[in-house]
């Protein structure tokens, strides 16, 4: 999925309705991000947002705000703790 810019975020409206719970953040190279549930994978569930205005309405990923540009952070659920690993993007 291309990246938005640095201010802005690509999330799911499943993570935004409150149907599922944030389980994949990355933090792309050019600092946009991604928050997403990590169970769809379709472009009309995904939706563009300020990237602050995420860290706002879930203060739980407030830890994350650290996360690394080219890093990926994911979790099997909101119980577990999050895993952090470098991340590549693939070419388009």
């Given at each position: 999925?291309?990246?938005?810019?640095p201010e802005l975020?690509?999330?799911?409206?499943f993570v935004l309705?409150?149907?599922?719970?944030?389980?994949?953040?990355?933090?792309?190279?050019?600092?946009?991000?991604?928050?997403?549930?990590?169970?769809?994978?379709?472009?009309?569930?995904?939706?563009?947002?300020?990237?602050?205005?995420?860290?706002?309405?879930?203060?739980?990923?407030?830890?994350?705000?650290?996360?690394?540009?080219?890093?990926?952070?994911?979790?099997?659920?909101?119980?577990?703790?999050?895993?952090?690993?470098?991340?590549?993007?693939?070419?388009?």
């Open positions: 999925m291309g990246s938005p810019g975020s690509i999330v799911s409206t309705g409150g149907m599922e719970p944030v389980r994949l953040v990355v933090h792309h190279a050019d600092g946009s991000w991604d928050f997403l549930c990590n169970t769809i994978d379709d472009a009309g569930s995904m939706v563009t947002v300020h990237t602050e205005h995420v860290f706002e309405r879930f203060p739980d990923l407030l830890p994350l705000r650290s996360l690394p540009r080219g890093f990926l952070a994911e979790r099997g659920d909101v119980s577990d703790e999050w895993v952090t690993e470098p991340f590549t993007e693939e070419p388009q």
